[in-house]
């Protein structure tokens, strides 16, 4: 009973995030929905372990080439959803099927010795020599060379995706600055943290896999901790990945430049009335294309004209005014709370106008209104 309640856990979490995320964001949030299908793919890895260490043989052969297909699919699944949330505004075949060529190779071939196989050689496959490890022999030997061949990849990919991944993330929480005026809810520092748990699962799954499923099947208590540790790390991932904001809304404009390749008067002028007089800062959620439909050009060269102009990315442009401006309210009103001075200047959060006043002006909001 113990044994199938801890195996049984990661299944419980993962089809629970699969409807959440899917039934909340199925046309809206398309990472949150390759997320889901992660989820998914995630689910049928730990049900199919569900089979073998119950040793359930006679089901569990039946899944053994889909629970290979499983395994190798979910560090291109997750490379590929961390590319939906940075780089990539879809899923399509074209640009992201190169990813899973390797996994569905494998897939292929260890479906075809299945079938060739039968039931009986297959089950003799999985009894003889998965489980009690004896020597491989003809078409056993060919499967046996698959089985090594799928562990070998998995190790590939999770030393090369992690590190993709780790790359894209990084430069997108740069990039995000050009964009939004709002960083809450967006830096994707999360999945930086996704990324540990998963090269702590990837360890954590060497060292199981060298102790052997045999020593699980004999000490079925131990299952205990990698149970809590998948469990635990599935259930953050859906959590932290259903809070998570879309990042890009890319909107078509056009561009307008003039022969010396600097910005019109009027647009340059236009952009300082949208600060100064209508104050367009004080909308916490302000983002760069709000500014372009404003302004009728597009994002990039709104972003180039701000850098230029001012020396500043989008959002440091847009703290600046937020910073003057909660600085004459600190002056002309002392009875003001920081909160009402944050919200009253455009910062979507206290946390962010600390950050952002200490930043700017080098010291804190408390030692200014000392001053």
């Known amino acids: 009973m113990l044994t199938e309640i801890l195996l049984l856990n ?24 390759f997320l889901a299908w992660f989820m998914a793919t995630a689910s049928v890895l730990y049900l199919s372990h569900f089979f073998y260490f119950t040793q359930n043989y006679s089901i569990y052969v039946y899944l053994d080439s889909i629970y290979t297909l499983a395994y190798l699919l979910v560090y291109p699944m997750y490379h590929v959803y961390v590319r939906l949330l940075t780089v990539d505004s879809s899923f399509l075949v074209k ?18 010795g299945y079938l060739i196989m039968g039931y009986e050689k297959s089950l003799a496959f999985i009894v003889d020599i998965l489980v009690s ?28 995706y992690l590190y993709l991944s780790y790359k894209l993330i990084k430069v997108n929480n ?34 199981l896999a060298s102790l052997g499923r045999n020593f699980f099947l004999q000490n079925p208590w131990l299952l205990i901790f990698p149970s809590a540790v998948f469990t635990t790390m599935l259930f953050i991932i859906g959590l932290l990945g259903n809070k998570q904001k879309a990042i890009f809304t890319e909107v078509a404009s056009v561009t307008e430049v003039t022969e010396e390749g600097k910005p019109p008067l ?17 909308n916490a959620d302000l983002k760069i294309w709000d500014l372009t439909s404003m302004l009728g050009t597009n994002r990039t060269y709104v972003s180039k004209l701000i850098n230029t102009e001012y020396g500043r990315n989008f959002c440091a442009h847009v703290n600046h005014y937020r910073i003057e401006h909660a600085k004459q309210l600190i002056e002309k009103n002392k009875n003001l709370s920081n909160e009402q001075i944050a919200e009253l200047s455009g910062f979507g959060s206290l946390n962010s106008f600390y950050r952002s006043f200490q930043s700017v002006e080098g010291i804190s909001v408390g030692a200014y209104r000392k001053q």
Not at 100 to 111: G, H, K, T, W
Not at 266 to 280: P, S, V, Y
Request: charged share 20%; aromatic share 16%.
């Open 266 to 282: 009027r647009l340059k002028k236009r952009l300082e009335e949208l600060f100064e007089k209508e104050m367009i800062y004080k």
């Open 10 to 33: 990661p299944v419980y979490v993962t089809i629970f995030w699969f409807f959440a995320l899917i039934a909340n964001n199925a046309k809206t949030h398309k990472p949150k929905v």
């Open 174 to 207: 740069l990039r995000l600055q050009d964009y939004y005026s709002n960083m809450e809810e967006r830096r994707l520092n999360w999945v930086q943290f996704f990324n540990i748990c998963l090269a702590f699962t990837s360890v954590s799954s060497g060292v």
């Open 95 to 112: 640009s992201h099927g190169r990813y899973f060529i390797a996994p569905l190779l494998i897939f292929v071939a260890v479906l075809s």
């Open 133 to 160: 490890g004896n020597k491989a022999k003809g078409i056993h030997f060919y499967m046996k060379i698959l089985f090594v061949t799928g562990r070998a990849v998995f190790i590939l990919q999770t030393v090369l």
